[in-house]
């Protein structure tokens, strides 16, 4: 890389490209949020509907109708509602206009009709956009502008959602952007080691969302899995070329020429880089077991940013880090004081060596009441309906809610053809009786299928809905007739089936992501204890954020987001295992070098903390910009990865592991004979990387130290 850059800045440069002409066209077929889970009743019903009932289409929107004048019943509102009616009929990709029940609550200036629409996600939001503008000129000539509509429902609400989405995306990227670059001017000393990190940083994000927009062309693409691409890459790839920049600038004071410089830092902080991409590899891996869309198309993106920034960092700094070595130190704010740096992080690390129990206790007393109120944990999905109020589709969701229409449960009940329709009149009297629902009807196609429909005043991101979906269940198997199969879908149903679906998920998933991650630092340090050691402590930092997650959002009426716990036990477990990787590897990287043990984790924290605590920083920078955008999740999942980030490297990097690792001695690097023969030899420092100065390592190690070989102190 450090002699072919030509080469590799051209590729590069394609790559971008490429990328900055898909992402337009890409980020217009990213959708709203994905709950289905396969193989559940939600998505049986939906099928059955989709293939007895095709006149429903695949997807039920409203017209919300309203005026200040006029009541529903006089005959200029009729008119409208007829005008409306046919206007829809005559949209391409619809399938069917009815006439909504009127519901007990209902205004009576309100009225509403359900138009199916039958085609896919994107060719929907086309016949919606054509639905939306011919019904709003009919009503508008047919009632002289007194009477209004809207058109609402999941795919009108989750397109403005996604608009609010992208501004607010704008909105942290022009907060993030700046405070980040503030952040590294002042770490590293000068404008240009900052826009360099900053620069190789952008040029990973902007791949990964051009390559996220790409596969949204052909699968569905979760919103919130564009924040993640963002965030995670945007996170990450300050992380990789800020260790490699340290590493060369290093290099480069200890005498190397920039080609030498360039290639040392590959061949030692690259080698890093590679093993902390390939941790959030494993765990996001870990996602794809799961029966959730969401979660694989988490994996997906979460992997691929990780292998997109890891690639700009190993690739495309070093090739250009020689030819702008002349300007890294353009725009310096200080004098780079190395000595003072690593005096200040020998002493404390002297500090630990000498007295590692006390700040171990302490350390872990903090984590444990941090972690105390995770048991109180409760997910959901918000609407937020904040963030649409003022949109077309915001107003008819509230207008609907407020007339007691906030949704609707379709229970499907396949039948033998010569059987008839099922007798549904318990069930209907049943649902009728409960003051949740306001409508009731049932339908026949005729054939083999018939169908539910319930009407109820519960909005469908409210803990009531998840309980009146059960409920309706219930009564379905109590009610209908004897072995008579009952199939229940719906956006509540939905949310009811990927809760019921997320606990067996993730269990499944921290399986896998442990014994992933345990197998990788087993091939990374060839040591039992290591892996297992990094293990606990990753789970105990995780679960330390999602206690103070849990404290914040029990402030709130919100519920955490249903995607969080699997983002967190997955991707943001993976970020964890960076520091993990980064601290751990020179470490070892000493303890080879030397054989003693002590001295090992005093040159490695040393070497390691200023990298650690500054990328930190910026990470954790990052993700916080989520806290100024309008939703919730997004706030959320800032939130957590921030006070992740910065409790991993602050409490359990700088403070437990190495007390840990200074207690546990030569242990650290246990392997037992079998095993060590199945795994490939250890790495052997590079010989053009030199070694630490030998005042910073009496003031980190005061005492004498002789060994022989096989010593292990």
């Known amino acids: 890389m450090a002699r072919g850059g030509r080469l590799c800045v051209a590729v590069w440069a394609v790559v971008v490209l490429a990328a900055v002409l898909v992402l337009p066209v890409g980020l217009a077929h990213v959708r709203g949020a994905i709950v289905q889970v396969e193989g559940s009743s939600s998505a049986r019903a939906t099928a059955l509907i989709a293939r007895g009932m095709p006149s429903f289409g695949a997807e039920q929107v409203s017209l919300a109708f309203d005026s200040r004048t006029l009541t529903a019943d006089s005959e200029p509102y009729q008119r409208a509602l007829v005008a409306a009616a046919g206007a829809a009929d005559g949209v391409p990709g619809t399938t069917q206009v009815i006439p909504v029940p009127d519901a007990p609550d209902r205004d009576p200036h309100h009225a509403y009709l359900a138009v199916g629409i039958d085609s896919d996600a994107d ?8 639905l939306g503008a011919a019904s709003g000129r009919a009503v508008a000539a047919a009632s002289q502008g007194r009477v ?13 959602q996604i608009k609010a989405d992208l501004d607010d995306l704008r909105s942290v990227e022009a907060v993030t952007v700046p405070a980040a670059l503030l952040l590294l001017v002042v770490g590293l000393g000068s404008f240009g080691s900052a826009l360099t990190v900053l620069a190789t940083a952008a040029v990973g994000v902007l791949v990964s969302t051009g390559a996220v927009a790409a596969l949204a062309l052909v699968l569905d693409i979760d919103s919130l899995m564009v924040t993640v691409v963002t ?8 992380d990789y070329a800020l260790l490699l920049l340290l590493r060369y600038r290093s290099l480069r004071d200890d005498g190397l020429a920039p080609q030498q410089a360039s290639a040392a830092a590959i061949r030692s902080a690259g080698r890093a880089v590679l093993w902390c991409a390939a941790a959030v590899l494993v765990t996001s891996a870990a996602l794809l077991a799961t029966p959730l869309a969401l979660a694989r198309t988490a994996a997906l993106v979460a992997g691929l940013t990780a292998a997109v920034t890891a690639a700009a960092a190993t690739t495309l700094l070093p090739a250009v880090l020689p030819r702008l070595d002349p300007l890294l130190d353009r725009g310096r704010v200080r004098r780079r004081d190395r000595t003072d740096r690593q005096d200040h992080w020998a002493r404390w690390a002297r500090r630990l060596m000498d007295r590692p129990w006390p700040y171990l206790l302490a350390a872990l007393a903090i984590l444990l009441v941090a972690a105390a109120p995770v048991g109180s944990l409760r997910t959901g999905l918000q609407m937020n309906r904040s963030v649409i109020a003022d949109t077309e589709a915001g107003r008819g969701l509230a207008q609907m809610e407020q007339d007691g229409l906030a949704n609707v449960t379709l229970l499907a009940l396949p039948h033998r053809p010569a059987a008839g329709p099922v007798d549904t009149t318990d069930l209907t009297d049943a649902l009728h009786a409960d003051p949740r629902v306001t409508t009731v009807a049932t339908l026949d196609n005729g054939r083999d299928l018939t169908v539910v429909t319930v009407t109820d005043r519960i909005t469908t991101d409210h803990p ?6 059960d409920r309706i269940r219930v009564l379905a198997a109590r009610t209908l007739p004897s072995g008579q199969p009952a199939y229940t879908t719906g956006p509540a149903a939905q949310l009811a089936d990927f809760h019921q679906a997320l606990r ?27 892996p297992l050691k990094a293990i606990v402590m990753n789970v105990l930092s995780l679960a330390a954020s999602f206690g103070l997650l849990v404290w914040m959002t029990g402030h709130t009426a919100h519920p955490i987001h249903l995607a969080i716990p699997l983002l967190a036990a997955t991707v943001v477990f993976g970020l964890s295992l960076d520091y993990e990787v980064f601290l751990v590897h020179r470490i070892t990287t000493h303890y080879r070098a030397t054989g003693d043990c002590r001295l090992a984790v005093a040159r490695g924290l040393g070497e390691t903390a200023r990298p650690i605590t500054l990328t930190a920083a910026t990470m954790a920078t990052v993700f916080a910009g989520l806290m100024v955008t309008r939703r919730e999740d997004f706030r959320q999942t800032g939130f957590l990865v921030a006070i992740a980030v910065l409790l991993d490297a602050t409490l359990i990097r700088m403070v437990v592991v190495p007390t ?18 199945f795994l490939p030899p250890p790495h052997v420092p590079p010989a053009d990387v030199p070694p630490p100065r030998p005042d910073a390592d009496a003031q980190a190690h005061p005492h004498p130290v002789t060994y022989h070989q096989g010593d292990r102190r």
């Open 123 to 130: 060719v929907r939001r086309e016949v919606l956009a054509e």
């Open 148 to 160: 209004t509509v809207a058109l609402t429902g999941a795919t009108p609400v989750f397109v403005e």
């Open 231 to 238: 965030t995670v890459g945007f996170g990450l790839g300050l």
């Open 464 to 469: 009531e809905a998840e309980r009146l979906v």
């Open 504 to 530: 067996p998920a993730l269990r499944r998933t921290a399986v896998i992501v442990l014994v992933g991650a345990f197998l990788l630092m087993l091939l990374a340090f060839r040591s039992l204890l290591l």
């Open 660 to 677: 840990l690792m200074r207690l546990l001695g030569h242990r650290n690097w246990w392997l037992p004979a079998p095993v060590s023969r």
